[in-house]
């Protein structure tokens, strides 16, 4: 498949692309979670001047809520791979958080398919490693199931009405997750930073420990205090971590 790009386009699908351009000598690219948009991540606050914060936009949410939801990884991927690969000039790391871990690795595959620079690190968030089975499938529940079923995770803090509002979004994400079959390959090349929150009852320490056979380079595991969306109160103590660990970054 073949994906025009236009700066217009890259700017549609890569939320911040551009904002550090006289500054930014690093460049993270943040996937976010199942039923997130862009403005969901506010990384960009807490990291420096060099590095300029990328936040994928995909179809169905917020700017693009008019637009239809994509309901496969494969054409996530497709999209996303050469929109990125026209952008990996500067230094780049990639952050995913649960949908957005996966996008990440299979975007990171592509990349390394289509012969581009590769990302320095990854940091993949409360996702189970690829190849495991996903524990209890939702994407096929009935709407008043589902919506029951997500009100305390991914929906959760949100009024009544907005969640349903969503819920054909989530349905489409969760659709994305849990049709995704994974293809052996050989390992990448990539560092790998797993994370987690400390109460996360999504994943658990054996299925984080999994992706560690995904890379041939070096591979940790750093929990933060929180549940599954811990990423919401812990923003900076994230970025820190971040631009800590990737060398030369700060």
């Given at each position: 498949m073949t994906v025009e790009t236009t700066p217009a386009l890259d700017r549609l699908w890569l939320r911040g692309l551009g904002s550090r351009e006289d500054t930014a000598r690093r460049r993270l690219f943040v996937f976010p979670h199942a039923g997130a948009g862009a403005s969901a991540y506010q990384l960009a606050r807490h990291v420096p001047d060099t590095v300029e914060v990328c936040t994928v936009q995909l179809p169905g949410r917020e700017n693009r809520f008019?637009?239809?939801?994509?309901?496969?990884?494969?054409?996530?991927?497709?999209?996303?791979?050469?929109?990125?690969?026209?952008?990996?000039?500067?230094?780049?790391?990639?952050?995913?958080?649960?949908?957005?871990?996966?996008?990440?690795?299979?975007?990171?595959?592509?990349?390394?398919?289509?012969?581009?620079?590769?990302?320095?690190?990854?940091?993949?968030?409360?996702?189970?490693?690829?190849?495991?089975?996903?524990?209890?499938?939702?994407?096929?529940?009935?709407?008043?199931?589902?919506?029951?079923?997500l009100a305390d995770v991914e929906l959760a803090g949100l009024d009544p009405e907005l969640q349903e509002l969503l819920l054909p979004l989530m349905r489409a994400d969760l659709t994305v997750c849990e049709t995704y079959a994974h293809r052996p390959e050989a390992p990448l090349p990539c560092p790998l930073t797993v994370l987690a929150g400390t109460d996360d009852d999504t994943v658990d320490a054996v299925e984080l420990a999994g992706w560690r056979e995904h890379t041939t380079a070096a591979f940790?595991?750093?929990?933060?205090?929180?549940?599954?969306?811990?990423?919401?109160?812990?923003?900076?103590?994230?970025?820190?971590?971040?631009t800590r660990t990737v060398p030369a970054w700060g």
């Open positions: 008019g637009e239809e939801p994509l309901t496969s990884l494969d054409a996530v991927v497709a999209q996303l791979a050469p929109l990125i690969a026209g952008h990996t000039g500067l230094p780049y790391a990639f952050f995913g958080h649960s949908m957005g871990a996966l996008v990440a690795f299979e975007v990171t595959r592509r990349l390394r398919a289509l012969g581009a620079a590769l990302p320095a690190r990854l940091f993949l968030s409360a996702t189970r490693a690829p190849g495991l089975p996903d524990r209890d499938p939702l994407h096929h529940l009935p709407d008043a199931d589902l919506l029951a079923r940790e595991l750093r929990r933060f205090p929180g549940g599954h969306l811990y990423v919401r109160g812990a923003e900076q103590q994230l970025a820190e971590t971040i």
